[in-house]
């Protein structure tokens, strides 16, 4: 009997695709994934590390999965396995392994190809986990089997890991390791067989995505941009979107490719973090904000109705009410779309976590507020302006509201529209007709 498998996800859409790509180690094995926690057989957490609390909620969930653990051999005399994956095992799986001596799998973001091996080490009666946070020397996207389910129409694609440029707030060059781009042949192999099985839509993954510089098939080496003109050939392959870029990593290939190819979506997620100088280079981003001005000037010239979206710390130690207005300021010149906007979190390890200027949690907690109003007007103002106009909507799943189906704009937007309209995987002219903060509401165009 097939045994069941669920997965919990924290963080971002990298975790998210190697969630479903541990589902397709463990499929060979016969392991079906499961919505239901109380069903499954084996329960994997895939852990985020990059802000405050992640690893105090992992030990609490793990604390409720003793609890059920301990049920389901009292009850049932039955074992439940559990395994912690993602960043909070690479950074911390000595110590989950020894407050937590009921976990029986612990295995890091580089290493969970070898997945398989490690469930098949699984001793029930064992009180230590088996553990995996190598960054082993092989690729583990060569050892990867292929996709075991269709992914849906819009889907991610890691093309990119880690990160060399070590923002000093950041523990990401700690768990993700150093920059590695996947070759030209893998990334392609892996879209085609994506889109034959029903993806229209590839958001191409990675820390660092812009960095991308993979090896092609006769040696030479490739950028990013030139990656994007190639898989814009693939057939059947309608839209293409990244994420994560770096300012730094923007170059001539790139803008090109916002400029002249009509799949890649007028969209773009190019976190600046902060608006002022001093702290941009306290941040050691190696860029500052005239750069960041003159890099979004570029691409609006190349694609006048490119919408940003961008990330923001407030708090960062050292920083002023002078730092806090340059933000803002440089929020207002932008004009953001949508926005992310955290508190600085210390991160164990990280240069700023030791500086001695940490701002007063008070003061963080107001200055975030103030920036997210703005953000939040920003964003309210962007999907407004989208009212009375006809937009082509990927149409993605059915609405959570019942007689509904949910896709997405161009440019990121949830829009929700009557159930009758079109087929999950089609793309359809809406006409906008409301607009909230967080979404869109679209009818059909009637044809006469
Ligand atoms: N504190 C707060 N926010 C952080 N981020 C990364 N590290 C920290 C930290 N230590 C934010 C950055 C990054 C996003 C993924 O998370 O804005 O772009
Ligand atoms: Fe972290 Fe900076 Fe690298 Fe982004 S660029 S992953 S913020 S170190």
Redesign the pocket.
């Known amino acids: 009997m097939a045994k069941k498998l669920y997965i919990k996800t924290y963080g971002c859409q990298m975790n998210v695709y190697d969630s479903a790509r541990m589902a397709d180690t463990l499929a060979p094995l016969g392991y079906v994934e499961t919505d239901i926690v109380d069903d499954a057989d084996m329960v994997v957490i895939n852990t985020c590390h990059i802000r405050e609390k992640a690893a105090e909620k992992v030990f609490s969930e793990l604390g409720r999965l003793r609890r059920m653990k301990e049920t389901r051999k009292s009850d049932q005399d039955k074992d439940l396995s559990i395994a912690v994956a993602g960043c909070v095992a690479q950074a911390e799986g000595e110590e989950i392994a020894r407050r937590a001596p009921w976990v029986d799998v612990i295995v890091g973001p580089q290493a969970y190809h070898t997945l398989p091996e490690l469930v098949s080490k699984l001793d029930p009666s064992s009180r230590r986990a088996v553990i995996n946070t190598d960054f082993p020397v092989e690729d583990k996207f060569d050892f990867l089997p292929e996709e075991h389910t269709p992914r849906g129409p819009a889907a991610f694609l890691s093309v990119q890991e880690g990160?060399?440029?070590?923002?000093t707030?950041?523990?990401?060059?700690y768990t993700?390791g150093a920059e590695f781009s996947r070759p030209v042949k893998s990334i392609m192999d892996e879209a085609k067989r994506l889109i034959a099985s029903g993806t229209v839509e590839l958001s191409l993954l990675g820390?660092?995505v812009n960095a991308w510089h993979g090896e092609a098939e006769d040696g030479s080496t490739w950028n990013f941009g030139r990656l994007l003109y190639a898989l814009a050939e693939l057939d059947g392959l309608k839209r293409l979107r990244y994420t994560?870029s770096?300012p730094l990593d923007m170059h001539d290939t790139l803008y090109e490719a916002h400029a002249n190819i009509p799949q890649l979506m007028p969209y773009l997620h190019l976190?600046v973090?902060s608006g002022s100088n001093r702290i941009l280079s306290a941040?050691?981003?190696r860029h500052d904000r005239d750069t960041y001005f003159r890099i979004i000037d570029r691409l609006r010239d190349g694609r006048p109705d490119l919408a940003l979206s961008g990330?923001f710390i407030v708090g960062f130690p050292g920083e002023t009410d002078r730092d806090f207005a340059d933000t803002l300021n440089l929020i207002n010149t932008v004009n953001y779309a949508s926005a992310y906007s955290f508190k600085y979190s210390p991160r164990p390890g990280t240069p700023a976590a030791n500086e001695e200027m940490q701002v007063d949690e008070a003061v963080k907690s107001e200055r975030l507020a103030g920036l997210q109003q703005v953000l939040a007007a920003q964003q309210r103002a962007f999907n407004h302006s989208k009212l009375d106009q006809v937009m082509d909507v990927l149409i993605e799943r059915p609405a959570n509201r019942v007689g509904q189906k949910a896709g997405r704009s161009p440019w990121m937007q949830a829009v929700h529209f009557n159930e009758t309209a079109g087929a999950i995987g089609d793309i359809i002219p809406l006409k906008i007709v409301s607009a909230t903060q967080n979404s869109l509401a679209g009818e059909p165009i009637l044809s006469v």
């Open positions: 990160c060399d440029k070590f923002c707030f950041c523990v990401v060059p993700r820390q660092n994560t770096h976190p973090q941040m050691n981003r990330d």
